[in-house]
């Protein structure tokens, strides 16, 4: 009798093990860094559709750090990716034309307007923070309309060159550089934001998102926590936006509005919050399938976007990796 | 200057009233059964193309097409929540976010396959345009209208919330639906009803917002904000939230459009993340 | 295990076979469409390609011995990475030997940088801002800009006795540059503005703006408005405060009665006065023969021709005279030195492309709204000749 209920805590006990995080780099996540490597060869005459993605992809990690850890629905994400494009834009057209440092500035301007924005956004209900969220973009974008003298306004922010990186790879028609480039900072970042998640820190917030009333108990600053996490999402939103204006040489001001906004939600959904890796499979597939479908048929995409919404809503939880989890979980010999 | 006060007064409360209108079955909704509905625009939209339709092929005349749009936008919204937002409540505000999200996609594709993309043609009948004119004051014939059915409308939920059983029922259901099922109240109709309710104001609020707002397949997506807003603001649950709240919003909008319209368009969202900040849970929260 | 090795081995193989372009180029010329046809501003990409296949149902797909194919993309609306994304693609896998369409000014000052580089011939079918044509010497323009239309409006309001008015224009680009044209030439000419508005761009509700005017009791107002709801409403409100009656004229540029919508604003706009380059109604044998085009060659969704429409028929006459001339063969550089100075009789009236700034020169005429065999049109009375762009 005692060995047998010792073998069943054991076995639970390294069933509970074997959710905690641990900061090593699995098979699976070398596998999915090589994909990107590999289509840059495979695929040579969609790179400029690769490095958007990838760009993309970054953005969606971002609002994962909100929304996925955190648990605050976010509806004006965008302001910050507008933010640092801005940022990377106004630098090179002012000429200052070094990309790195574009990047720098833009997520350190991002993170000072994402700090005072953190403060109202870890108080109220979920409907209070949506809105607010909501709000704080819409105003932004009415801001970068107003000073179109500097911004551009609706025409954009032409003109924005950039030098060659490290003085060799010059911004090319077919994307290469462009590709390499977001594919290198997209990995640094994603990198460092792997390691935040899976520290203490990062438990934190997990622990935040799923129950901020008990969290104190333990000694655990909430609103701090949510205010941290929410600055360095804001942070690297503004790269991804920052990447944007540098590979596309241009700011326009839908980088800032609510569709783009809603839009991120959608993918990182599909793809699965909460799992760092959804955001960027998120927008793989939601990309790859607009620039295929909408070719089709415009009209019909925006049905099926809908109906897939809802489908994934009420029956295919957690999106395509949530989906792909529970599959494996499903296959995996009982114990 | 008086006369441009009360004027302005006068438009900022048509302006709110419509936005009320369409916003207090989101309130209802949202404060029963605590669901984001994002697809509130869609009810609205299902009530003007209604109206549209019946006046331009069928001759309806605009009155007669209200009743109508109330209907026909409460008998989708019975219809949907019975098969799929029930299935909701108990879910996330994520997940009730990205649900109703991808109702009104579906809903925008289908406008614009059925109807195109274009917006569509909306002529009021001649008694109710143009202006009423007392001393010192041109008042519009439409927001004058506007302004009394938003009154009638508000008498007549008022009364039904508080003198009638099903009203009880309703109240009862807000506060605790644990409760309210352990008293024998079926709370599954009640929130059915309620949803039907909620989506038939705003497809009555589409048919009358039409004029104003104008009508096409993006009207959804355009407006949701301010629906939000108003509902946000005002707190849900309540009545009296929204309405206070959609009063403020629509006379500022107005008046500062009105004495300071370069700062114009920031009004109404700068109002709305002050207020939030003041009060989280909106003016008048009901929920417990 | 090896049979989803091998399977996924020939799937990418498959992938990889399907990238890559078709080397059959040698007898078709392509041209790629980038504009939006779905989302807010599907009427744009909607009408610009009508007009194109009007003008290819009429005068056939075959130039110098080679056919013409359109190859049609979508921004979904404003959105410059997307556009600059679909012209590189376009250009480097589709080996397309025009660009054309661009409804939205972002998305074509996007792309400028892309035809430098590749040389590739740019005809924008719609896009309005003046700067547009000076991004890149491989841009021409066959639509309007918007300077060009508010400049002869202002000339007009100055000859007619109107020596007062009261300007509200949308809060963006094309509405500032409306204001500013407009109020440049008004004033050089005498004229007075009495006062100015910017009303934002979501803005459904125009009772504050139109109270403004009523308040100042100007001769007329100027009005710049992005078509679609927004006209709609400020001329409802303009009519429902009686603005009319109180003797101010409502005068703009002819984007706010728009063909297209015009039948759907209705009675409301009977008498409202606008300058533009192309009315449907427009009496000309060249305007009939493109109105029998596009109803033969589109179905009834389309609905009413446009300018974009127009422009569209004019973009394929472009391309078409300059594979002529260049016996199919397109080279960029020949291809614009064809194209500065070319002149013909447009459905909308006689235009030349200017040698100068490659931007298109038109007559603009003065409408006024009225019921022509019980549908509303806007019917030409007036008109400025050769009006070159002034934004430049």
Known sequence: MATRSASVSISRASAVASTLPDDRWKLLEIVFWLLPVLAFFVFPNYRVLGSQILITGLFAVSLDLILGYAGIVSLGHAAFFGVGAYAAGLLAVHGWHEPITGLVVAAIVAAAVGYPVSFLVVRGSDLTRLMVT???GLMLWEVANKAAFVTGGVDGLAGVTIDPIFGVGRFDIGGRTAYVYALAVVFIVFVVLRRIVHSPFGLSLRGIREGAKRMPAIGAPVARRLRTIFTIAAAVAGIAGALIAQTTQFVGIDTLGFPRSAELLIMLVLGGAGRLYGGLVGAALFMIAQDYLSGIDPVYWQFWIGFFLVVIVLFAHGGILGGLDTLRTRLRPRQ | MIGNVIGVLFDGLAYGSLLFIIAVGLSVTLGLMNFVNLAHGTFAMIGGYVCVLLMTRAGVPFLATLPIA???????????????????YKASPLDQVLFSIGIVFMSIAMATYWFGASQQPVALPSYLRGQVHLPGLDLGVYRLFLIVVVAALTLVLQYLLDRTRFGS?????????????GLGIDVNRVFALTFALGSGLAGLGGALGIDVLGL????????????????????????????????????????????????????????????LIVFPAGLYARRA | MKQVQSLLAALLGALALAATPCAHAQNTIKVGVIAAFSGPFADYGGQIEAGMKAYMKEHGDTVAGKKIELITRDTKGPAPEVAKRLAQELITRDKVQFLAGFGLTPNAMAVAPVVTEAKVPMVISNAATSSITTKSPYITRVSMTIPQIAEPLAQWALKNGIKQVYTVVADYGP?????????????????????????????????????????????????????????????????????????????????????????????????????????????????????????????????????????????????????????????????????????????????????????????????????????????????IPDVKDPGK
């Open chain 3, 175 to 383: 509405g500032i540059d409306a204001e500013t044209q407009f109020t440049k030439t008004f004033k050089a000419g005498g004229g007075q503005i009495v006062g100015s508005v910017r009303t934002p761009l979501q803005n459904p509700d125009f009772s504050a703006a139109v109270q403004r005017v009523k308040d100042a009791k100007p001769q007329a107002v100027f009005v710049f408005l992005p078509a679609g709801e927004q006209g709609v409403a400020f001329v409802k409100g303009f009519n429902e405060r009686g603005l009319g009656d109180a003797g101010i004229r409502m005068i703009a540029t002819g984007d706010i009665t728009d063909d297209h919508v015009l039948a759907a604003m209705g009675d409301a706009t009977l008498g409202m006065i606008t300058a533009f380059h192309y009315s449907s109604a427009h009496d000309s044998p060249e305007n009939t023969a493109f109105l029998k085009a596009y109803a033969a060659a589109n179905d009834a969704k389309a609905g009413a021709p446009n300018f974009m429409a127009a422009a569209g028929y004019d973009t394929m006459h472009v391309i078409y005279e300059v594979s002529r001339k260049l016996n199919g063969n397109i080279d960029g550089d020949q291809a614009m030195a064809a194209i500065k100075g070319m002149k013909w009789m447009s459905p909308r009236g006689p235009v030349e492309i200017d040698p100068a700034t490659r931007d298109i020169d038109q007559t603009v005429y003065i409408r006024k709204v009225e019921k022509v065999n019980g549908k509303l049109a806007n019917v030409e009375f007036d008109k």
């Open chain 1, 134 to 136: 909501l709000g704080i």
């Open chain 2, 70 to 88: 109330f209907a026909a936008a409460a008998l989708v919204g019975l219809v949907l929540e019975v098969t799929l937002y029930r299935r909701l």
């Open chain 2, 169 to 181: 029922q309703v109240r009862a259901s807000v506060d605790n639906a644990t409760a309210a099922a």
């Open chain 2, 216 to 275: 096409d397949p993006t009207f959804p997506l355009k407006y949701i904000v301010y629906f939000l807003l108003v509902v946000s603001v005002g707190g849900s649950g309540t009545m009296k939230g929204p309405l206070i709240a959609a009063l403020i919003l629509g006379v500022f909008d107005v008046a500062g459009k009105y004495y300071l319209p370069q700062i114009g368009g920031f009004v109404i969202y700068a109002l709305m993340v002050i207020l």
